[in-house]
């Protein structure tokens, strides 16, 4: 018969096993959950793109200038990317704004984003609204956009005449149909990466998309 | 008991403790979530259900209703339906969430440089 020592010897020895073996199991067997899309993303006319069109790897980012996530990547971490891949011609950020709000002020603001992104110089826009996303509910931003319908026709005609309404709406059926979970969303080839990511986080994602 | 005997437990601890401070955070966390549910008639709640010879406007989100008032009736407004309509919007709209009088604070907590840079984007984001 057994003695208690030997008893509680074999049930701390199983115990070690188990943890063990469930240690093993997750570190070497279990790969990351990373959500797949069954077809990739292609470009689209009014999509705001950082970078050249000739690069090796595209990223589609679902995005919004309300989001203090998305505004942080891009005041944090995009300026490196852009130093070690945009500018080198590797990557390009296909930035998709996504937001959910019947906000007219808001809609309104994307719209003119868009448009002034494909007919015009979208640079300071982007600062602006990465400065101040609330920008767009104040008069002076009423009268700016007044003022670019005004002055170009075809800003105008993209902001009015439902382009850019359909391009948004068809930003956030895609997401939906993606089922994606909120902003920021990555899409890389056909893998989704959620959230904010840190510099070398991202630079990881780059890398492994850069060289397979 | 001798010591030894712990061994295999306190190496499957250490092993588990470089497992877990080694693994990365969910950054998933850091995600803005929101539920994409819009509501594209938020703006003009034209559905007015009938009860009872009035009618009411039923915010789905929350169940809420909003009943009309025949006896306020004028002739713009023949079922009295104009306060029941204003409350809904006020209420379940974001248009209506900022008012006025936030906008006009908000013009005012404008920083240096984001008038720099409305300045900047008001003067070269057309081409011509």
Redesign the interface.
Known sequence: MLNK?KI??IF??T???I??AI?VV??FFVKDKIRQIETELSQRDLDIVFGNDSTLVSVFLYANYG????CKFFNEVYPAIEDEYINSGKVKIIMRLTF???????TTAMKVAVC?NK???????H??FL??S??V?????HD?VD??ID??IQ?AECILGGAADEYIKDN?EE??ALNL?????FVIESKIY????EYD?FKKILDYHLTH | ?KKI??L??L???L??AV?VSCS?PK??????????????S??APTVCCPEEGNCYYLATSTGKKYPCDASQATENDKNGCDKAENDYINEN???TK?SVA??KS??LE??A??RK??V???N?????
């Open positions: 020592k509680v010897y701390i020895l115990i070690s096993i943890i063990f240690i997750k570190t989001c203090p996530y998305c959910n709000s019947a906000n007219q002020d808001l002034v007919f015009g110089n979208y640079e300071y826009l600062q602006l400065s101040q609330n920008i509910y104040t008069t002076d931003f700016m003022e670019f002055k170009d800003v956030i997401f939906e979970k909120g902003v920021p969303t959620y959230g904010f990511k986080s | 008991m005997e712990f295999p437990l190496l499957s601890a092993i588990m497992a990365d950054e998933e966390e850091f995600c803005q979530e929101f539920e994409l549910v819009t509501n594209p938020c703006e709209c974001d248009t900022m936030d906008r908000i013009k404008l920083t440089f984001t840079m409305m900047k984007a008001r070269y984001s057309l081409c011509n």
